[in-house]
């Protein structure tokens, strides 16, 4: 049985090499007839001969190969079908996670009768990763645990009961709502106040004057869900986004965590708002 934590060891080693090291025991341990060097040649060509021999000179310092005056050689109590076998599992889950934190696309097309929305589907398959705006806002709400932000630098009345809407649809404890020059929208905001302080919306605007004659505000179109999950882009709420084209990014992991710490940040400056 291989050692849990030899593999472990290995698989943080190898890094971006795992999938090469992988291929390389598993030919190396039915290996008889030469160098390893000599079956890279011979399996895979020139294609991948640099990227291999890399993987190979990393599985030399795990002494799961040696190396000679002819080449790389299998260790033959390292090199083992079963630790290529570990190391193809530990790729695979590598590469799942990998994909888990890519972004993906959302965006709104026109409304019906749609030029754009008619000529997708026929342009080719990869329309199926395209995702509507208001399903990706409600996903992004809906796994939020702690908070979820909506910073929404224009509302109108639709645009505000959509905001509202998607904070509300959201589990987590806190429900922030940030804002620009809360004055031009408080006839909105006051209509649906009822609802905001049934989920216990809070509301920041963050619109602050300089003192030399302009304002420091933001532009930015984002839905966050705690530190794990946001879309930036151009979707604002408002009527006429119906009309027009808006796209953005889901995005994960690092950048998310990044993005929520500027957005903790902008909510030490915002003015909180009493509605």
Known sequence: MIDSRFVDTLVLGLGDRLADAADIVHQTAMWTHGSVDRMIEAGYGKSRATGLRLAADALCRFKVLERD???WRPNPLACTPELASTLHGADAGRRMAIRETLPTLAATLPAEPSALGRLLPTAGLRH?????????????????????????????????????????????????????????????????SDDLRAGRVEIFDYHLASNRGWYETF??????????????????????????????VVVKGDVARTLHFVVAAILQIAAPIAY
């Open 69 to 71: 005056q002819s080449g």
């Open 128 to 192: 199926v990763l395209v995702n509507r705006t208001d399903d990706a806002f409600l996903d992004i709400a809906a796994s939020a645990q702690l908070s979820i932000t909506v910073m929404a630098p224009y509302l109108n009345e639709e645009g505000t009961k959509w905001a509202v809407s998607v904070l509300r649809a959201s589990p987590a404890e806190r429900k922030i709502l940030v804002i620009r020059e809360y004055p031009k929208v408080k006839v909105h905001i006051d209509m649906v």
């Open 219 to 248: 532009h930015a179109k984002v839905v966050l869900a705690d530190d794990t999950t946001a879309y930036i882009g151009s979707a604002n709420f408002l009527k006429y986004w119906r009309h027009s084209v808006e796209i953005g």
